[in-house]
């Protein structure tokens, strides 16, 4: 059974940082992107960042780049989403997902989903 689940979300002031972690069991870790996606209240999901897991080549938004990092420990088939500098606007349910090789890091692509972290940024 494949599973990704999601923790570390929570409630942080802006100018503050989470890191949250995806694990994940079912499938094969290096043969699959993981990603960051989320959706706000009211809007679409949207990509956020991905990482191949393959050759840790990693894909972020423009809205998050130079803010957000991922990551992963393929001994522990885990990835990571750490996320400086949060503003109001970073507040979501954040999903952790996985796409198949060779990934676009898009949600028309993806072959598993997580169910899940909401990550609220108070102004």
């Known amino acids: 059974e494949v599973q990704l689940v999601e923790s570390g979300g929570g409630l942080v002031q802006a100018g503050g940082s989470l890191r949250l972690s995806c694990a994940t069991s079912?499938?094969?870790?290096?043969?699959?992107?993981v990603g960051w996606f989320r959706q706000a209240p009211g809007r679409d999901r949207e990509e956020v960042s991905c990482i191949n897991n393959l050759d840790n080549r990693t894909y972020y938004a423009d809205s998050v780049k130079g803010r957000f990092t991922v990551s992963n420990d393929r001994t522990k088939n885990m990835v990571y989403l750490q996320m400086n500098s949060l503003r109001p606007e970073d507040t979501a349910v954040y999903y952790c997902?996985?796409?198949?090789?060779?990934?676009?890091?898009?949600?028309?692509?993806?072959?598993?989903w997580g169910k899940g972290t909401l990550v609220t940024v108070s102004s």
């Open positions: 079912g499938f094969a870790f290096a043969d699959y992107a």
């Open positions: 997902a996985a796409e198949g090789l060779p990934s676009r890091c898009a949600i028309y692509g993806v072959d598993y």
